[in-house]
C-alpha cells in the first residue's frame, strides 16, 4: 500500500466543510479562537532573537614612564623598586614572626608542645622551598635559580 493512499487530506477537508457548512451560532467564534490559538503559536514560533557580538574594545594603553629613558634610568628605577620590595619583605617578615611569637606564647599557656610543633613546621617550610627550588630549577635550569637568589646590586 503506498503511503499517499493511507494519507489523504480529502477525507478530513470533506468533514471539516459539512460540519461548518451546518447553522451552529458558535461557529464563527470557534473558528476565531482557533485561528488565534494556531496564529499565536506560529507567531512565538517564528520569532527570532539575534544577539550581536559585543564591539571591540578600544584600548588605550597608559604608559607609567618617560620614553626615551636611558639603561641607567631604567636601573636605578629597577634598584629602588627593588628596595622597595626587599623593605616590604622584610615588614611581612617580621610580622610573621611576632604572630609566631604569639601562638608560641599561646600554645605554651594552653599546655601544647610548642617546640616539637617549631621543629615540624621549619622542616615542612624547608621541603616546600627545597621542592620550589628542584621545580624552578628543572623549568629554567641551575643558572636561573642561582640568579634568583642573588642580591640586585646597589640593594645590599
Known amino acids: 500500500m503506498r503511503f499517499r493512499n493511507r494519507i489523504n487530506p480529502v477525507g478530513g477537508i470533506a468533514d471539516f466543510w459539512n460540519e461548518f457548512k451546518r447553522p451552529n451560532?458558535?461557529?464563527?467564534?470557534?473558528?476565531?479562537?482557533?485561528?488565534?490559538c494556531t496564529?499565536?503559536?506560529?507567531?512565538?514560533?517564528?520569532?527570532?532573537?539575534?544577539y550581536y557580538p559585543p564591539e571591540v574594545p578600544k584600548v588605550?594603553?597608559?604608559?607609567?614612564?618617560?620614553?626615551?629613558?636611558?639603561?641607567?634610568?631604567?636601573?636605578?628605577?629597577?634598584?629602588?623598586?627593588?628596595?622597595?620590595?626587599d623593605e616590604l619583605r622584610a615588614q611581612q617578615e617580621a610580622i610573621d614572626e611576632r604572630r609566631r611569637e604569639f601562638y608560641k606564647s599561646l600554645g605554651?599557656?594552653?599546655?601544647?608542645?610548642?617546640?616539637?610543633?617549631?621543629?615540624?613546621?621549619?622542616?615542612?617550610r624547608i621541603a616546600e622551598e627545597r621542592a620550589e627550588r628542584e621545580r624552578l630549577e628543572s623549568l629554567f635550569g641551575e643558572d636561573q635559580t642561582q640568579a634568583d637568589s642573588t642580591v640586585a646590586p646597589g640593594t645590599e
Open 39 to 50: 496564529g499565536t503559536i506560529f507567531f512565538w514560533l517564528t520569532q527570532e532573537n539575534y
Open 25 to 36: 451560532p458558535y461557529r464563527w467564534p470557534i473558528l476565531a479562537a482557533s485561528f488565534l
Open 108 to 124: 605554651a599557656a594552653t599546655g601544647f608542645d610548642v617546640d616539637s610543633m617549631e621543629a615540624e613546621a621549619e622542616a615542612e
Open 60 to 85: 588605550t594603553y597608559i604608559t607609567t614612564f618617560a620614553d626615551g629613558r636611558t639603561d641607567e634610568e631604567i636601573r636605578q628605577s629597577n634598584i629602588e623598586n627593588q628596595r622597595v620590595q
